[in-house]
């Protein structure tokens, strides 16, 4: 199945050219498993979500050190039917059947849980879509269900769900929503924004 | 309907919070047509299509006008079954039965073209969702083939189509892929980003 995202870095700084370069050796050990394009708006990453997380994790934990206010906007995707499928994409997450909800809350409250903290504190905000199923608010409640027991649950928002904590954490969070809400084939969005060092208060 | 919108700017300078404040005055013409909540990641706009997309282009337009690189950020939705409706969001877009594909790429082609320009131009990518129906692919498809004859269409990316051309077309060519594709009372989103002013080269 194909996956991958269009994701953005955005420092507020006058040298954002710089925090970017500065940032972009942290996806040096993710290079042999992500095939990876930039142009003016963003940077594609094509690769398995257990790849795609932690290299936009660290990513955003590089560029956000040096203090500045940092944004990463991504759009993931998986399962898209209009995506040819890619070998570098291959994932043992989606293969056999989908587990039931409970099963399936329970995996991602594990992987949550096992997350090494990074030291980086973050915001989140994130949306959810299951795309061709008559049941997809059923797999967008399970999710938020499993997000308010996660411990980086932070709010609700109109058209999206808010979470804070350490940055290993909130993306095994974000992972976790990804992979185990909608059908192991299914098509799965999620639009993310992740914020660091914002001057503004919440 | 319930619509709107969380929409993030991101000036790339250290004068991030004046840009964002000097611009913030182009949406004084519709406050009255929008509810408008900000915190530290986003800003919510709850209205019609027809005043969300013309306030975010006159916010951007401003923002950019400056001439620092700034990008626009929104998760712009529709119809989502989990949100209240509310008053404020009426609009005659979605009143009457779904017409047929063809007429709706007419009628999107009539309005980018319709569209006064604003001198400012701009790049931008989309993705369009459309949630609970199996046929949301027909309508993608039906969408992409609109864009690419409206004149403000640049290329397909994975996941995502871009755009490019004056803020007035480019807007109201996202106003028409979020109107007039899936169902009119269907869960339909946009996940956007907007650009001007990137020394990247294209």
Redesign the interface.
Known sequence: MFS???I?L?????D??GVITGALGALDPYRNQLRIE?????T?L?GPPDTLFPAMRDLFVAAAGGGA?C?L?G?I?RG????PDDAICASVSFDGPRENLEQRKAESLASVAAATETGTPI???F?L??????D??DE??GCIDFLKQSGVFDRA????T?LAGDAAPVFAALEAAFCQFGPPAG?V?I?L?V?AN?????
């Open positions: 991958g995202a269009q953005s955005y420092p507020m700084t006058g954002f050219v930039t142009d003016d708006i963003s594609l094509v206010h944004v906007s759009t995707s898209c039917p209009g995506e915001a989140a905000q949306s879509y299951v795309m061709g199923t008559d997809h608010m967008i409640y928002k109109n058209f999206c808010r098509h969005t639009d924004t914020s914002s001057p503004t208060p919440r």
